[in-house]
Nanobody
Framework: QVQLVESGGGLVQAGGSLRLSCTVS????????MGWFRQAPGNEREFVAS????????SDTDSVKGRFLISRDSVKSTVYLQMNCLKPEDTAVYYC??????????????????WGQGSQVTVSS
């Protein structure tokens, strides 16, 4: 069974940085494309960033372009989300997810069957 364990959330002031980590166990990490999503209170879960199985393709949503960076480490079976220049509107619970889909970095949450437990990120103004 696939397990995704997240770490790295917390409270930060606007303009600060955080790095989220998500470690995958249970099956070969290289068989999964990975994504990060977030959900603020009262909102639907939304796409943030994704990376393909090989790491050769990435995608991110417009609101985080130039500020967030997704990466993966095959040795550690871990995907990261480096978040810089954080804004109060980035406040949400962040979830990592894994998909067996091939090809480019997957953006649709409906293509991700496996999810982490969620990490709270709070950005104060």
């Amino acid at each position: 069974q696939v397990q995704l364990v997240e770490s790295g959330g917390g409270l930060v002031q606007a303009g600060g940085s955080l790095r989220l980590s998500c470690t995958v166990s249970g099956r070969a990490f290289s068989t999964y494309g990975m994504g990060w999503f977030r959900q603020a209170p009262g909102n639907e879960r939304e796409f943030v960033a994704s990376i393909s199985r090989s790491g050769g393709n990435t995608s991110d949503t417009d609101s985080v372009k130039g500020r967030f960076l997704i990466s993966r480490d095959s040795v550690k079976s871990t995907v990261y989300l480096q978040m810089n220049c954080l804004k109060p509107e980035d406040t949400a619970v962040y979830y990592c997810a894994a998909t067996g889909a091939y090809g480019t970095a997957v953006r649709s949450r409906y293509q991700y069957p496996y999810w982490g437990q969620g990490s709270q990120v709070t950005v104060s103004s």
